[in-house]
């Protein structure tokens, strides 16, 4: 069974800084996605960006980059320029080519320091 | 506003009740999810909808737990004989069909349920 595991409950950063949030997933499969999910609070989950397992570029989204290592099973997420409004929880996400649904790690909360 | 909506948002409800939520997903997606979300933990999927056909249920989802979608439009999750274990947020999401597995579900608010 596919797992997705972060082991950070909780990060703060300070307004301005740059934080890394981790995340480290189990499968077999070869094909395959992950993503980072941000949970912000009282407010619907929306995505913030998305990596495909065939690719060896690291995905990024203006502030938001990843650190793909598919040999480690690892898929971290830096957040360059922390803003107030980036404090949420961030939950690290895999889902399988073609599959529907989504496996979640447990969330990592981060805090925002002004 | 043309997200995703849930209905109601919240609901406290004694041991023993039926309860059921409602979702209005994105009105051209055409698949939607359900997902349960305990205090402190990512949340955990339920089941899956194309269009009005139940593709895929969790071991979640014991027999009390049954969710429709009838004509392919909104769904309801329904729970029988609510259990304290059930309190959670119950989310629900929706995708376009040729999203695939490529995972942008769009997440509606959630429905807090609180079994006392």
């Known amino acids: 069974a596919q797992t997705v595991t972060q082991s950070q409950p909780e990060m703060s950063v300070q307004e301005a800084e740059t934080v890394t949030l981790s995340c480290t997933y189990d499968?077999?499969?070869?094909?395959?996605?992950l993503f980072w999910y941000k949970q912000p609070p009282s407010r619907q989950m929306i995505l913030v960006i998305r990596?495909?397992?065939?690719?060896?570029q690291n995905a990024t989204e203006n502030r938001f980059s990843v650190n793909f290592q598919k040999a480690a099973k690892s898929f971290s997420l830096k957040i360059s320029d922390s803003q107030l409004g980036d404090a949420a929880m961030y939950f690290c996400?895999?889902?399988?080519?073609?599959?529907?649904?989504?496996?979640f790690g447990q969330g990592t909360r981060l805090t925002i320091n002004p | 506003d043309t997200g995703v909506s849930q209905d109601p948002r919240h609901k406290i409800t004694k041991r023993g009740q039926n309860v059921t939520f409602r979702c209005d997903p994105i009105?051209?997606?055409?698949?939607l999810y359900w997902y349960r979300q305990t205090l402190g933990q990512g949340p955990e999927f339920l089941t899956y909808?194309?269009?009005?056909?139940?593709?895929?249920k969790s071991r979640l989802l014991s027999d009390r737990f049954s969710a429709e979608r009838p004509k392919g439009s909104f769904s309801t999750l329904e729970i029988q004989r609510t259990e304290q274990g059930d309190s959670a947020m119950y989310l629900c999401?929706?995708?376009?069909?040729?999203?695939?597995?490529?995972?942008?579900?769009?997440f509606g608010e959630g429905s807090r349920l609180t079994v006392l």
């Open positions: 996400a895999y889902s399988v080519q073609g599959a529907q649904k989504l496996v």
């Open positions: 990596q495909e397992a065939y690719k060896q």
């Open positions: 499968t077999s499969e070869s094909d395959y996605y």
């Open positions: 909808f194309q269009n009005e056909a139940q593709l895929e």
């Open positions: 999401a929706s995708s376009p069909f040729n999203s695939g597995g490529s995972g942008e579900l769009f």
């Open positions: 009105s051209e997606h055409n698949r």
